[in-house]
Nanobody, 127 residues
């Protein structure tokens, strides 16, 4: 599966953005999806994950109650709705997919658990 992330941009603190991750190829519904981010000089970190059906979601503590992950299997697209953005949310955001995640593997927070990655989209939050 190939992934294309989009929707990043420049936003003021307190604002909102919605990221999209469009998948090409077949059987999008067979992949668990994750969102990660990487700020300059830092390691890539887990943000959110969603199971194949969308019935289970998980979040990093730093984004809980502000971000919402969802998916539309009919459109082969996953989303990350980000609200009440903070300057510390500034990073390149990546979506990732793997068949095992949240079906056979609970390591949804681990970058090495994902086989497929999108190219990243920049999110910049200004104060």
């Amino acid at each position: 599966v190939q992934l294309q992330a989009s929707g990043g941009g420049l936003v003021q603190a307190g604002g909102s953005l919605r990221l999209s991750c469009a998948a090409s190829g077949r059987a999008f519904s067979m992949y668990g999806m994750g969102w990660f981010r990487q700020a300059p000089g830092k390691e890539r970190e887990f943000v959110a994950a969603i199971s194949r059906s969308g019935g289970r979601t998980y979040y990093a503590d730093s984004v809980k109650d502000r971000f919402t992950v969802s998916r539309d299997n009919a459109k082969s697209t996953a989303y990350l709705q980000m609200s009440n953005l903070k300057t510390e949310d500034t990073a390149v955001y990546y979506c990732a997919a793997d068949r095992q995640i949240l079906t056979y593997s609970g390591r949804y927070f681990d970058t090495t658990s994902y086989d497929y990655w999108g190219q990243g989209t920049q999110v910049t939050v200004s104060s």
